[in-house]
C-alpha cells in the first residue's frame, strides 16, 4: 500500500578538513562515491553518508489515486501515512496532497498566463502579479522576462516608484500549507513601507482570485481556505472632492490654454512635416535632429496666432462630466457610435460588461463637431490614458486646482444633475441616475449624490416651514414633527384665558383655531365699540 523512500541528498565529509564536505543529488550516487575513493586515495578520512531531510512517501490503493508527498522525516511520513489510511477508512476521498505539490507563485505564473488574458484589466492584474513573481525572484518568470527582452527591441522599463516587498516568503510555500499568518506578516511590513490600506486591500483582491480560481477551477483541495480568519487592513477611501468657489472659471481657462497650446504645436509639426516632404534641408544633407530643431524654430514663427484651435481637452472634460462617463468609456469612444444628430452616444462595452445610451447635451456636441475626424482612428478622443494624464495634471498646476483628479468630473457630474432636476422641481429617482451613469448597484450610485451643505440646510429649512402648515402640527400643546432633535426643543403652547391651548405665533394661523380666532376678535371688537 505505501512505500518510503529517502530521497535525500548525499554528504561526503572529511574529518580533519571540513572545506572538502560536498553535496550531491539523490540522482547522483555514482558521482559521490567516485568522490569518496579520490579522498580515501589521497589519504583522507572520508565517509559518505544520506541525509534524511527528504523522505518521499508513496500510497497505491485500488479504488484511490495515488498520492505522493515529500516530507522531512520517517516520522513524519509515518504520520501521514496513518492520516491517510484513517481518512480513507471515513470515506474521505480528497486528495489535500494535491495542494502541497504546487507553490503560491506558481499559481500566480499559471493565473498570470491564463485567466488574466480574459480581463479587461489583463495588463494591470499581470503588473502586480509580476511584481510579487520578481520581488521573490521566482526563476521561471524570471527566464521567461530575460527571453522577452532579448528578443524584443524596445529597452527594459522601469518603475522608480516600485517599492520591493519583503515578507513574501508564503509564495514559495505549498498551496495547501498558506495560514492567515503568512498574510498578516505581509500586511504589517507593507504598512511600515508607506503603502496605502486601499493599495494593500486591492492585492488582496487579485491574490484572492488567484486562489479561488486554484480551488475553484483547477481543482486544489484545501482543507481550511487560506484567507479564512484574515483580516485585510481598514480605510475609508471614498472621495467627495466638488469643485468650489471659482474653481470650474479657473479650470475652464487652464483647459483652453490646454488647447492652445496643443493646436499651435500640432500645427509647427504639420509645417515641419511639410516642410521635410519638400527635399532635404540643405543639398547633401539629410534630415536630423539638428535641422529638425531649427525647422521647428522657423516654424513657430511663421505660424505665430495663425493656426485652427482644437477644443479637444475641452469637448473631453465637458464630456466627462455631462454625460458622467468612465475615462475609459469616453476614450473608447467612435464616431460610428456617436450620433450627434440624436443627441446620444452609445457604449458598447462597459465596466460591468453591459452597453448604455448617455444624453449628449448641445453645447457638448457644439464642441464635438470642432473636432477632426481621421479616417484611420475612428475614436472621437484619440489621445491615450497617459496623455490624458499629463494634461489634466498640467491642467491643475496651472488652474491652482489642487486634490481634483480626472475621475472627479465623473462624481461632479452625477451630483450637478442630480442638484439641478431636485431645484427644477423634477428630481431623478435612484433608478433613472443609475441607468444614466452604469451602475448596478445602488450602494455605488449613493455616493456620488452629495448634496452641497448649504443646498441640505435650505431644503431642511424648507420642510421644516412646511409641517409646520400641517392641520396635524399640534398635538396636547407641543409641535409634532418628524427629527428627535426637532421634538427634543419644541416649546409648550401657552393657555389662552378661554383655557383652549393657541399655537405659539409663527406668521400664519392655524385652520383648527379660525373659529375661536374669529370669536374672540369678534368680542373684542364689540368691546372696542
Given amino acids: 500500500m505505501a512505500s518510503i523512500t529517502n530521497r535525500s541528498n548525499y554528504l561526503v565529509t572529511v574529518e580533519d578538513d571540513p572545506s572538502l564536505a560536498q553535496r550531491f543529488p539523490f540522482s547522483e550516487p555514482k558521482q559521490a562515491r567516485r568522490y569518496l575513493r579520490e579522498l580515501r586515495k589521497q589519504g583522507k578520512r572520508a565517509v559518505l553518508t544520506q541525509l534524511e531531510d527528504k523522505i518521499q512517501v508513496r500510497i497505491r490503493e485500488q479504488g484511490y489515486p495515488v498520492v505522493t508527498l515529500n516530507v522531512g522525516s520517517y516520522q513524519e511520513a509515518e504520520d501521514e501515512i496513518e492520516r491517510i489510511r484513517v481518512e480513507r477508512k471515513q470515506g474521505r476521498r480528497v486528495d489535500f496532497n494535491k495542494g502541497r505539490r504546487i507553490t503560491l507563485a506558481a499559481l500566480f505564473l499559471k493565473y498570470y498566463d491564463e485567466e488574466c488574458p480574459q480581463h479587461k484589466g489583463c495588463q494591470t492584474e ?37 517599492v520591493r516587498r519583503t515578507d ?168 460610428s457610435n456617436t450620433f450627434l444628430d440624436e443627441n446620444m452616444a452609445v457604449y458598447t462595452d462597459t465596466k460591468n460588461g453591459r452597453s448604455r445610451d448617455v444624453p449628449i447635451r448641445q453645447h457638448v456636441i457644439d464642441l464635438l463637431n470642432q473636432l477632426p475626424r481621421d479616417t484611420i482612428d475612428d475614436r472621437v478622443f484619440p489621445v491615450t490614458a497617459d496623455e490624458l494624464d499629463g494634461a489634466w495634471s498640467r491642467i491643475c498646476k496651472r488652474a491652482g486646482v489642487v486634490d481634483y483628479h480626472i475621475h ?29 451613469t452604469g451602475h448596478r448597484d445602488v450602494r455605488s450610485l449613493g455616493r456620488y449624490m452629495n448634496l452641497c451643505a448649504g443646498e441640505h440646510a435650505h431644503q431642511m429649512d424648507q420642510a421644516y416651514r412646511i409641517a409646520e402648515c400641517n392641520d396635524n402640527a399640534y398635538r396636547k400643546g407641543r409641535l409634532r414633527v418628524s427629527g428627535l432633535g426637532h421634538r427634543a426643543t419644541t416649546t409648550p403652547i401657552q393657555e389662552n384665558p378661554h383655557g383652549a391651548a393657541n399655537p405659539p405665533s409663527t406668521g400664519h394661523r392655524h385652520a383648527a383655531h379660525a373659529p375661536h380666532d374669529r370669536a374672540s376678535g369678534a368680542a373684542d371688537s364689540d368691546g372696542a365699540t
Avoid at 468657489?245 to 509645417?271: T, Y
Avoid at 462624481?411 to 444614466?436: C, K, N, T, Y
Fill in 408 to 436: 472627479d468630473n465623473r462624481h461632479e457630474g452625477i451630483s450637478i444633475q442630480a442638484e439641478v432636476a431636485r431645484s427644477a422641481g423634477m428630481p431623478f429617482d435612484i433608478v433613472s441616475l443609475s441607468a444614466l
Fill in 126 to 162: 499581470r503588473y502586480t502579479l509580476g511584481a510579487f513573481l520578481t520581488d521573490i525572484a521566482f526563476g521561471p518568470y524570471l527566464e521567461r522576462k530575460r527571453e522577452e527582452e532579448a528578443q524584443s527591441k524596445k529597452p527594459r522599463r522601469t518603475y522608480k516608484r516600485h
Fill in 168 to 335: 513574501i516568503e508564503w509564495l514559495l510555500k505549498p498551496f495547501g500549507d498558506l495560514e492567515p499568518a503568512d498574510f498578516d506578516r505581509y500586511v504589517k511590513a507593507r504598512l511600515r513601507q508607506g503603502i496605502k490600506p486601499s493599495t494593500i486591500d486591492r492585492e488582496f483582491d487579485l491574490i484572492a482570485a488567484v486562489i479561488n480560481w486554484a480551488i475553484g477551477t483547477l481543482r486544489y483541495p484545501v482543507e481550511i481556505h487560506p484567507l479564512k480568519g484574515f483580516k485585510r487592513p481598514r480605510y475609508f477611501n471614498e472621495r467627495n472632492r466638488r469643485l468650489r468657489g471659482d474653481e470650474p472659471v479657473r479650470l475652464l481657462e487652464a483647459i483652453r490654454e490646454e488647447d492652445r497650446i496643443r493646436s499651435f504645436n500640432l500645427a509647427v509639426e504639420q509645417h515641419i512635416n511639410a516642410r521635410q516632404l519638400e527635399g532635404p534641408p540643405r543639398p547633401g544633407k539629410a534630415w536630423n535632429k539638428y535641422f529638425i530643431m531649427q525647422a521647428r524654430k522657423r516654424a513657430r514663427k511663421i505660424i505665430g496666432d495663425n493656426f485652427v484651435h482644437v477644443p479637444l481637452w475641452e469637448a473631453l472634460c465637458e464630456y466627462l462630466i455631462t454625460t458622467t462617463s468612465r475615462r475609459g468609456e469616453a476614450l473608447a469612444l467612435t464616431w
